[in-house]
Nanobody, 115 residues
């Protein structure tokens, strides 16, 4: 399984960005896909996940601002980020969890929010 993320960049506070992550390889349709982020000097943290049946889970810090979505046919997960804040600056990583618990990580994409 390989994950390819794209869509990061530089945006001013209050702006929006969308990142996407396409998975390829042997993927079970019931895999969980999601986004995590890691800011300099901090631990990687959960941003949002979506199950195979569309159940969403968000970190409190992004609720109401970020929306996760998923294209099951394309094995792609998206993260729409609105009302971005400087504290959202981080490297964003996508993760796929197969049934049984095997995790796959994509290379991160940098999101920088200027004040």
């Amino acid at each position: 399984v390989q994950l390819q993320a794209c869509g990061g960049g530089l945006v001013q506070a209050g702006g929006s960005l969308r990142v996407s992550c396409a998975a390829s390889g042997s993927i079970f349709s019931i895999a969980v896909m999601g986004w995590y982020r890691q800011a300099p000097g901090k631990q990687r943290e959960l941003v949002a996940t979506m199950s195979s049946i569309g159940s969403e889970n968000y970190a409190d810090s992004v609720k109401g601002r970020f929306t996760i979505s998923r294209d099951y046919f394309k094995n792609t997960v998206y993260l729409q980020m609105n009302s971005l804040k400087p504290e959202d600056t981080a490297v964003y990583y996508c993760k796929l969890t197969q049934p049984g618990g095997m995790d796959y990580w994509g290379k991160g994409t940098q999101v920088t929010v200027s004040s």
